[in-house]
């Protein structure tokens, strides 16, 4: 189909983009706790309250662009986050934690573009290819590695308010980007049904909790570490601002990368295998964890593994949303879907705020929680969702 290469890339590169204003607090929390002298609960809830935002925010996102289309909601939701990028820096040089936390809250609109792109890259792809598709999509989530490695830079080149103000810039410009290229789909066709009762449709689809629950542990995961993972690294080794942001960013280009190759291998070899694997996988990198492998070498392949595994994941669960879910309710089911994965996002770092035990420098509790909700996603991947007469359609 023609336009789909060049729409896919625009969507991606405004998702990456968005996803980097999304995350602009996480890199520089360590800065902000000791500026406004946080505790450890203070400064998880301060990183949380953005993600909380961009996940509920896309159940309205995704049924909106299945009445609206791709093009008109993402440039919209861009224009929204880039004030609100600026107001974040106005907090931070006030070191107000309650304007942080109001802006930090409206910054999560910037989250809510996964919801809009999933069913714009979906309407141009043909069944057999949309795992690759919403994979290459997702990666646009390596906008948290950017931000991570970036942003701590950039304020020490440019400094803490010119920071945010490129961002917001960029924003802007990738608004008019995408207005003026990116274009929705031939196949694609306005669902004018009003928002609640087709919001409410989508939710009586089993398809549509079976897979929140699988990305909210696949997605959620990968969101909670590329979030937290730079207090994370202060707290258990000790790197700087720049040092824990650079190895962020590593965490997250390893997702990045395996999220479409987990779609591409959902379209060959089936999303319920992919997923398997990327449940085990990383139940088992918990584990490691737990006991604080020394750093760099040790510690940073146990991440590496299990952000590629949560990359899997991601793009395998992603690739069984494309085969299961109704062309006309695509969006609605993406919005709640999303939506589950990113308040899976939400909760671990709030949890491991509140569990670090501070004398040890230890996670324990919290990383051997995420094993056993890791394991437990397996076990429902592998038993708990029926295949489905639409499923063994798309894969004969």
Known sequence: MNGQTKNLALATWAFAISFWAWNMIAPLAVRYAEAIDLDSTEKSILIATPVLVGSVGRIPAGALTDRFGGRVMMTILLLITAPVVVLVAVAGNMDSYALLLVFGFFLGIGGTTFAVGIPFVNAWYEPSRRGFATGVFGAGMGGTALSSFFTPRFVEWFGYFATHLIIAIA???????????????????????????????????????????????????????????????????????????????????????????????????????????????????????????????????????????????????????????????????????????????????????????????????????????AALALVYTLFGIKKKPEERTAAA
């Open 171 to 373: 924003l802007v410009l990738t608004a008019a980007l995408v207005w003026a290229q990116m274009k929705d789909s031939p196949q694609w066709s306005p669902n004018r049904e009003k928002v609640m009762p087709k919001l409410a449709a989508a939710s009586k689809l089993a398809v549509t909790w079976q897979m929140s629950a699988l990305y909210a542990v696949a997605f959620g995961g990968f969101v909670a570490f590329s979030t937290y993972l730079p207090t994370y690294l202060k707290d258990v080794y000790d790197f700087d601002l720049a040092g824990a942001g650079s190895r962020t960013a590593g965490f997250a280009i390893a997702a990045v990368i395996c999220r479409p190759i987990g779609g591409t291998l959902a379209d060959k070899i089936g999303p319920r295998t992919v997923a398997s694997v990327a449940f085990a996988g990383a139940a088992v990198m918990a584990v490691v964890e737990v006991f604080q492998p020394p750093a760099e070498i040790p510690a940073g392949i146990s991440w590496v593994l299990m952000a590629g595994f949560l990359g899997l994941g991601t793009g395998g669960v992603f690739a069984w949303v494309a085969r299961l879910a109704p062309p006309a309710q695509v969006g609605s089911v993406t919005g709640i879907v999303g939506a589950a994965g990113g308040l899976g996002g939400y909760f671990p770092p709030l949890v491991m705020g509140a569990t670090y035990n501070e004398a040890d420098h230890s996670y324990t509790v919290g990383l051997l929680l995420l094993c056993v909700v």
